[in-house]
């Protein structure tokens, strides 16, 4: 509840910064004129900024955010392994070769996000395909699948940015992979809400089962849980909600790995409280770091550079306490 409250604070206070002043009376009066008659009292200008720009971008920001870090607590209960992050899987070496080639084939900004979030699922179902063929242990099959396409799909966006024109493609190619939210709009929010929502709800309803998928497969299965099943259905709700998100977002990294950590040290291992509780603070730190980005400089910061620069550091001073393991 916290958190939550915490959350709103900021979101306030995000819709209201920027380069171009909206105050928090014109902000409120603008958002409440869509529901009820009001006289207006700001201007075209401050309207048309709020809820065709800022606003998208701050939803996107907290939606983004919450999906990542929530994919990172999903991949570390159900992998058992305490650096399984959202990329594990492919999902995001799939979205950047997706938005590449459609950037390649001078696609609309449209396009851009429906390749990445396709090429993204197609990904991830192929890790899974083959993963399900390795004999032996299938979550290390999924794992090692996962970096042998990862790196394939790399190789392929490598490609592609050698071949693309330099003065025109690479550039923006180089610069989604960077990660931003610049040019966010509704548009946007209407794409991914609807792929977040349906991968967000299963796992956090069936948070308190991941603590039975720790215990290994025999209990779970003592205890009415079908392991198997139940880490098929997480994974791929976790890999929904990590696609959706690096369609509009690009490349934006560590989220999944510090986050669910981080959240540790604050409520426990306990999934029934750590899934929420990783969903608010995720929207929290990128929301926060997404203003750094368009507030800092004269020029913005692709958001992956401030998640890397902030991430490593906090995240090494978490493994590195005393009684802290991994």
């Known amino acids: 509840m916290i958190l939550a409250f915490l959350l709103l604070i900021i979101i306030i206070f995000s819709i209201t910064l920027g380069r171009y002043p909206i105050g928090t009376r014109e902000a409120f009066g603008i958002i409440g004129s869509k529901l009820f008659d009001i006289d207006p009292f700001w201007t075209g200008t401050q309207e048309s900024l709020l809820l065709n720009h800022r606003l998208p971008r701050v939803i996107l920001a ?6 990542l870090s929530t994919a990172g607590a999903s991949y570390q209960g159900v992998f058992q392994n305490a650096m399984a992050a959202p990329d594990i899987l492919g999902a995001s070496s799939g979205a950047a070769f997706g938005a590449a080639l459609a950037i390649l084939l001078d696609m609309g900004k449209t396009m851009i996000i429906v390749s990445a979030f396709s090429f993204s699922l197609l990904t991830v179902a ?27 799909m790399s190789s392929g966006t ?24 610049n040019g966010a709009s509704p548009e946007d929010v209407g794409f991914v809400v609807v792929p977040m929502a349906v991968g967000l709800a ?9 603590n039975v998928l720790t215990l290994g497969n025999d209990e779970a299965r003592t205890m009415g849980v079908n392991a198997k099943r139940l ?20 490349m934006i990294g ?63 001073f978490l493994i590195s306490r005393d009684g802290e393991q991994l």
């Not at 490598?158 to 990660?179: H, R």
């Not at 299963?202 to 991941?210: A, D, G, N, Q, S």
């Open 62 to 67: 907290c939606l983004v955010g919450c999906c």
């Open 126 to 152: 192929l890790v899974i395909y083959i993963g399900h063929r390795v004999r032996g242990k299938q979550v290390l099959g999924l794992i090692l699948a996962g970096i042998m396409i990862s790196s394939l």
């Open 158 to 181: 490598s490609f592609i940015k050698l071949v693309a024109d330099p003065e025109n493609q690479l550039p923006t190619i180089t610069y989604w992979l960077m990660g931003s939210f």
């Open 202 to 210: 299963p796992l956090f309803l069936f948070r308190w089962r991941i």
């Open 231 to 250: 880490r098929t259905i997480i994974i791929m709700c976790a890999t929904l909600i990590t696609a959706a998100s690096v369609s509009v977002s690009g």
């Open 254 to 316: 560590w989220i999944g790995l510090v986050i669910p950590h981080l959240t540790r040290r604050l409520v426990g291992n306990n999934y029934k409280y750590l899934m929420p509780a990783t969903m608010v603070l995720g929207a929290i730190f990128l929301l926060v770091v997404d203003n750094i980005s368009r507030n800092l400089l004269a020029t913005e910061i692709p958001i992956g550079i401030l998640t890397s620069l902030i991430g490593v550091p906090f995240f090494i």
